[in-house]
């Protein structure tokens, strides 16, 4: 599903450039729960704007569902953006001014699904993710929790390849936490390949397989204890 | 193109515009200000306009008044000072010079007399004249008719006066058309009763006999007072003016530069003068109105570029959600274009609204200040695409701002 070799990554930093990425190779077949674990400067927030084809890679090669991405415009990262991903952030980004219901229906907007059609179905993925009754709700009038769940449900509903989280309980209580990782377990139980960015230990136990980022290089690729239960 | 009938479009513009409820009316306002400016001015010019025409109306406006006073230079023996008078002999010597410039002359001889009727009297202006002063001054009737050639021929005793002057020498529903009044003692028939132009008027209250009579009466010989010229359509009025003049200065022996000998109007000049400060003021009114749009305009575009800044984020988190530039571009594009057409319509709502109440309070009766103050739709269309051409334009600003920054960029900014 996600394949990288040899990936490099620097940005500039006034005449100086920073090394971010110093040579990733990382395979991740469809249907993995995979966690990157690091701490902050490790690289690991650029990598999933790589794979988010958010930022554009200097060196190295990147097959997003066996297609290499290379001089992507931003068309067409958009609309692969829009076919293949979906991204929950830390920090939610809901739109302020849209209810729990249009925010997910959002990605569908930009799918070109006719406004019936994509509410109903964003009113599926709200009752998934258990926040049916709240759908007409803004999101300043929903918990921490609760937006995130609108987040996910936003990420889901245009039935991505790949569910891209960045630091996705970074904002979370650990009760919450708990109820969010439950959610993304569900949804890579049901053949979802998810991709988690977390610095939290608990977090990334939770997932199948965590690799350990350190100065822009991976230091440890292994699967965890709940991969070997399955 | 579809996407201008889509309903989620104008959702997501909807949705935008209410987020900014403040910002959205004060820039409506501002557009709104411009063209509304434009349609209160253009109307207000047009309403001046239409009121000098309304003051010229009844008058030839390419005419000539020459009289004579007294001479500035001495000359072929005559010392300054001189003073004399036209006589009939110019007025056919003209008449054949300038058989191709000049369209009408009308000598005139006036003087002030008692007008007496049984025991009513008054103290008016009367003048000897020919049928053609209908012509270059149209005399609007009540009763009766003008003088005609055959009173000229025929020396007729007989006259026309003015409405005040019916009212104030004969009794109220008396019938004036036949009956006699004695002007210095003399008795003429009254032909007809004329309402005096309330615009432009050299005579006043006036009793016209045929100039014939008046030669005859008051033993005037050749002697002319003074002649109105109209001329040919076409002709330079000017030109014609001073050639008339030299021609005069010659029959009468005056120095061909004397500048007092000869007095004269020409009203197509005087005229001329107020058209052109018509013209500028309208020139002005273009100059302000487009000026006060344009402002107005790049108001909203700076209001957008502000938006598209504060709305980074989102525009990012759009972007990661998969819209395309394209897709941020038409509607941000459309939010101006909606905006600008929104604050038009208004303002050309308002600006009409307000040109009718400004007819209401000053375009109405005979001493109108303003007649009709309208603006063309024309005018106000080719405006108002101009405004909605110019509000693409500025929005396309906005819209390119917001789609050269990096959706990774963009989700970073807080």
Redesign the interface.
Known sequence: MIKIEGLHKSYPIGKDSLHVLKGIDLHIKEGEFVSIMGSSGSGKSTLL?IV?L??GHDEGNYFLNGQLIKDLN??KA??L???FLG?V?QSF??????TALENVA??L???GMA?KERLKVALDYLEKVGLKDWANHLPNELSGGQKQRVAIA?ALV?KPKVVLADEPTGALDSTTTDSVMDLLKDINNEGMTVFVITHEEEVAEQTKRIVRLKDGVIISDEFTNAAKAI | MKFLFDSDTWQEIYGSIRKNKVRTAITIIGVLWGIFLLVVLLGAARGMENGFNKLFGNFATNSVFVWTQSTDTPFKGFQEGRRFTLTMNDIDVLKSEYSDEIKLLAPRNQTNNLIIKDFKSGNFKVSGDYPILDQIQKKQLLYGRFLNQNDIASIAKVTVISEDMYKQLFDKDEFPIGQYIKINSISYKVIGVYKPSNTIDFDGDCAYVPFSTFRKVYNTANKVDWMMITAHEGTDIEQMESDVLLTLKGLHKVHPDDERAFGSVNLGKEIGKITGFITGMQFLTWFVGIATLIAGVFAIGNILLITVKERTKEIGIRRALGATPKSIRQQIVLESVFLTTVAGMLGIIFGSVVLFLIDMAFGQGEDAALINPTVNIPIILIAFVTLIVLGTLIGLIPAHMATVVKPIEALREE
Do not use: V
């Open positions: 704007n988010g958010l930022d931003e068309k958009a609309i953006r829009n076919k991204f952030f980004n809901l739109i302020s001014y849209k959002l990605p907007y930009y799918k406004r936003r245009t």
